[in-house]
T-cell receptor, first 114, second 114 residues
Framework: DTEVTQTPKHLVMGMTNKKSLKCEQHMGHRAMYWYKQKAKKPPELMFVYSYEKLSINESVPSRFSPECPNSSLLNLHLHALQPEDSALYLC?????????????FGPGTRLTVT | AQSVTQLGSHVSVSEGALVLLRCNYSSSVPPYLFWYVQYPNQGLQLLLKYTSAATLVKGINGFEAEFKKSETSFHLTKPSAHMSDAAEYFCAVSERTNDYKLSFGAGTTVTVRA
């Protein structure tokens, strides 16, 4: 099984809502990632978890809060978002967080903030 | 910081023609380089990666790339384009921070004409 699953596929939320994005993998990978991708742009790294510990935070605003409850699960909690946060949010995982570890991407959650 | 530059934001080829996507890197140390493909409404998929073993790297779906240190390039080619190759292609370099992270180029959109 080389699949990374993400739920929901689509999410529309108001600026005062609280919602969560979920990502799951069962490949035994020990590194997991959140990316944000705007239309016609490359993915931008937001967070990296390595062995369930946050190892990279790319100066992401605190309205985005990641959580890694166990090695298979990664959540992204959203609160008080802005319309400019509308984007495709991609989750990825890799065996480790080394230089040649292949990242496997999920299909993404398309988020619209109204 | 390491980075990659993709030359040409859009490439149009005829079915059966050569596909050539250009990527140049800037690095003071031997880089680890990747090509990813993103089909519409999907996540990214690894095509191939360079890890300083062979300079000619073969990937999936008939793609290959050649690492040329003298030209600081890692161009992606496919001898004969297929309609299914229409997608967005990203070159990426592995960059060391706390752990390694991928830095992506701006991307090249490939369209295939019948």
């Amino acid at each position: 099984d080389t699949e990374v699953t993400q739920t929901p596929k689509h999410l529309v939320m108001g600026m005062t809502n609280k919602k969560s994005l979920k990502c799951e993998q069962h490949m035994g990978h020990r590194a997991m990632y959140w990316y944000k991708q705007k239309a016609k742009k490359p993915p931008e790294l937001m967070f990296v978890y390595s062995y369930e510990k946050l190892s990279i935070n790319e100066s992401v605003p605190s309205r985005f809060s990641p959580e890694c409850p166990n090695s298979s699960l990664l959540n992204l909690h959203l609160h008080a978002l802005q319309p400019e946060d509308s984007a495709l949010y991609l989750c990825a995982s890799s065996q480790g967080a080394g230089p040649v570890d292949e990242q496997y991407f999920g299909p993404g959650t398309r988020l619209t903030v109204t | 910081a390491q980075s990659v530059t993709q030359l040409g934001s859009h490439v149009s080829v005829s079915e059966g023609a050569l596909v050539l996507l250009r990527c140049n890197y800037s690095s003071s140390v031997p880089p680890y380089l990747f090509w990813y493909v993103q089909y519409p409404n999907q996540g990214l998929q690894l095509l191939l990666k360079y890890t300083s073993a062979a300079t000619l790297v073969k990937g999936i779906n008939g793609f290959e790339a050649e690492f040329k240190k003298s030209e600081t390039s890692f161009h992606l080619t496919k001898p004969s384009a297929h309609m299914s190759d229409a997608a967005e292609y990203f070159c990426a370099v592995s960059e060391r921070t706390n752990d390694y992270k991928l830095s992506f180029g701006a991307g090249t959109t490939v369209t295939v004409r019948a």
